[in-house]
């Protein structure tokens, strides 16, 4: 039973030290993770600007590209109705009866019903005799909305360069 107690407590100064070594690995290494933080948190706040700039820069393209939707949206449904305003009026020089007459006719009817299915004019349409005409106001009223929400995205577009392109300088002028 000596003899335990003996190799027990010779033993307790090895056990000490191991636990002082764990205790002294434990304090380094959440040492290390502070300055790693430290250091992140001083880099970001040193490239906060470039990171600032980078975002507004994103937000600009982002813009831009729907700008560029919209316009592409508007321009198509400009060419459609444009489409559909001359295939009616290629019917004015016409004599009705006639297979040239009927010809146009069809067609102006098939830009009319393209424009219906394509823009969801259901309710907005009539005929007129054989002819699919719009309800007075109606193709004006989405080519009016359509150019309001394009001058809408074309100034969003601006302003988001114009805070990239300052974002940008600023971040400049913070990296020299």
């Known amino acids: 039973m000596a003899a335990k107690i003996a190799d027990l407590a010779a033993s307790v100064p ?22 790693t933080k430290a250091f992140e948190a001083l880099s970001n706040s040193y490239h ?16 831009s590209s729907k700008y560029d939707t919209l316009t592409e949206k508007a321009n198509k449904f400009k060419e459609a109705v444009s489409g559909y305003e001359d295939a009616v009026n290629s019917l004015k020089g016409l004599e009705q009866g006639t297979n040239e007459y009927k010809e146009a006719l069809e067609e ?3 830009k009319a019903m393209a424009l219906v ?3 969801g004019l259901w309710d907005s349409y009539t005929k007129k005799g054989d002819l ?24 969003d577009s601006y302003a988001a360069k114009i805070t990239a392109n300052s974002a940008r300088v600023k971040s400049e002028e913070t990296n020299l």
């Open 14 to 35: 090895l056990l000490l030290v191991t636990l002082a070594l764990v205790a002294a690995i434990g304090l380094l290494v959440g040492v290390i993770w502070v300055v």
């Open 48 to 63: 906060a600007d470039a990171i600032a700039a980078e975002n507004a820069s994103k937000q600009a393209d982002l813009m």
């Open 108 to 110: 102006a009817n098939n």
């Open 117 to 119: 299915e394509t823009y």
């Open 132 to 155: 699919i005409v719009f309800k007075e106001g109606t193709l004006e009223n989405i080519k009016e909305e359509q150019d309001k929400k394009v001058s809408e995205a074309k100034t």
